[in-house]
């Protein structure tokens, strides 16, 4: 942190640390956010995940379902063991 303080203060701009939210507050801000009721879409969209790794190799499958069609989308990547 003290790096950034330096580095900000060069341009004249001072670090101020956010306080700690109480929990209450967070607590609250949740009831509000719940308690507005929103129209939803009867077209909902679903997604889909799922991943793994191994020592071989790691890859990942979504599928993306609307209520039209379903999609799904597959990716791979190689692990490389940094030592």
Do not use: N
């Not at 071989?56 to 609307?66: D, F, H, M, P």
């Amino acid at each position: 942190m003290v790096k950034w303080a330096v580095e900000l203060s060069e341009h004249g701009i001072e670090y101020r640390p956010r306080p700690a939210i109480k929990a209450q507050a967070l607590a609250d801000f949740m009831v509000e956010l719940i308690d507005e009721e929103k129209e939803t879409s009867q077209l909902l969209w679903k997604l889909f995940v799922d991943g793994s790794s191994t020592s071989q190799g790691s890859g990942a499958g979504v599928i993306l379902e609307t209520p039209r069609e379903r999609k799904s989308v597959c990716a791979e990547a190689q692990l490389q063991r940094i030592q």
